[in-house]
């Protein structure tokens, strides 16, 4: 498997980023079924001021955000809580799925606030990312209740406590 991480804040040194993602991509991509050899995924570890450029051209919004996807390809259900379609592996056999982006400030700010650890909380993050890479949404409540269970899975297989329920104070 190919995690291509690019730190570009020295404060991500203070985690072993890339044992996380790798951890994180592993446990998201055998859960979906997939062969976590065959696929590559780029990761970019930047501060608030590089998302919110990265949030701004792509998505509009000129503010920082925890974590940012970008799709090799649009897999999306076309109805609502319905599975994506399966990444097709090029000529050579890899699934490139696309690249994800985590900002420091936001990540270690939300950990607090979560009262949760940081690598627990960019755990989930990565998973997230992930799961939009393979076609996964939350933008309709359908899609939004599928890919939160399969987030609460993966995390669990971890040893990572379901986040939404931390969010929802349960």
Known sequence: MGIDLMIEDDRWSALDLAALAD???????????????DCDISLLACDDARIAVLNAEFRGKPSATNV??????????????????????DMMGELSLGDIAIAWETCTR????????????????????ILHLLGYDHIRDADATLMERFEVEILGNLGVDDPYKIIDGA
């Open 23 to 37: 951890h994180a991509a592993q446990a998201t991509l055998a859960h979906r079924g997939l062969d976590a050899e």
């Open 110 to 129: 939300e950990a607090g606030e979560l009262n949760t650890t940081t690598e627990n909380h960019v755990t989930h993050l990565i998973v997230h990312g």
């Open 68 to 89: 940012l996807s970008w799709p090799a390809e649009d897999l999306g259900a076309d109805s609502p809580g319905g599975d994506p379609l399966v990444p097709e592996p």
